[in-house]
């Protein structure tokens, strides 16, 4: 029997889940690509590829990215990944050695942690408000430390879903020019925003800069597909596809690559991507709905007007561990704030995610959840 990375019980409502539900990954969609390209009868996709990626899929790629971003991205400016978190553990092995420190923000995405410290990087936080990183806090550090890189997740923060400003963006990019510090960006969610025009990529507005703009089809095609980019300058790419196991291996997904570069050819992933925003829209919006009607009124939240996730604050008295051990034995989860934290601290935080179930599952959840507060 086939297995997920978390297996629910039927009678557990998880919405500590940041993923899709098994019903938005698009079968019939990708095996049309799919098919298309095994008819081909040209089997060079599963061949070793090209280190940077698969020249059709790279050129797609570009023409899709370009036209999302507003920009010309030349193919040569973007290298193809199993995703953002190899991409990550990518960067850690082309650009910092052990003992080095990365900036990151508090909160974070918890399997960020773990990927820097298998690569022995010492951490340093910046806090995260209403407008994303607060980079006034990490001008102070900057005059301290001098970072392999900092790493941020600007739309649609995973967790607190906040994106940062354009102010903040702009004062980002002048204090790394000033430090010549290396910005990684993950943006895992930035074709997710609700609104019809997307964010424009980090490597796009901090042109200039030392940039790594990080992207991946988990969240907008399939998780399972394990293919994402990075986009940056061309020597940084170079670097990047210059890795020993990379040359190895030929290249990280040319099969997938190819599928995917199909699918994107004949407008599937504009079509997938279209449906995916206003499934997430209502999601969110009945997720708020249950929220407003069934938390406390000391509970605050900001509304996500993208991404999968619900940020909420409790009163400094409540503990998110705690209240989940309460939640588990009434067939509700959700995922505590000390995870998000590189301490540990957050504890009176709790991340709620609306992508994985249905709005009557979402609101049912969100009663339960009331149900024990
Ligand atoms: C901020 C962030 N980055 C990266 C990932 C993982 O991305 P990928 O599946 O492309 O490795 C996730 C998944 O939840 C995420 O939330």
Redesign the pocket.
Known sequence: MEKTQVEVPENVIDLGL?HPSLSLLPMDMLKASADKIFQAKDPTFLQYGPDEGGGYFRHMLSGWLSEKNRAFIAPESLFIT???????DLVCTCVSRPGDTVIIEEPT?F??YEIFKNHHLNIVSVPVDREGMVVEKLEHILKEVKPSFIYT?PFF??PSSVSLSGNRMDQLFSLCRKHDALIVS?E??QFLNFSPQFPVSLAIRGMGNKILSLG????ILA?GL?L?WIHSTPDLIKKIAGTGFVKSGGGLNPFTGRIVGAFMKNGSQDTHLASLKETYRKRAERMLAALKTCLPSDFEYAEPSGG?FVWIRMPEERDARDLLCKCEANGIKFKPGYLFSETGALHNFIRLSFSYYKEDRLSEGIERLAKVL
């Open positions: 940041g199993n995703g953002i978190s190899l991409g990550l995405y399997y960020v997740i923060h995973n993950d895992a969610y991946s089809f988990s969240k998780p394990r994402g999968f």
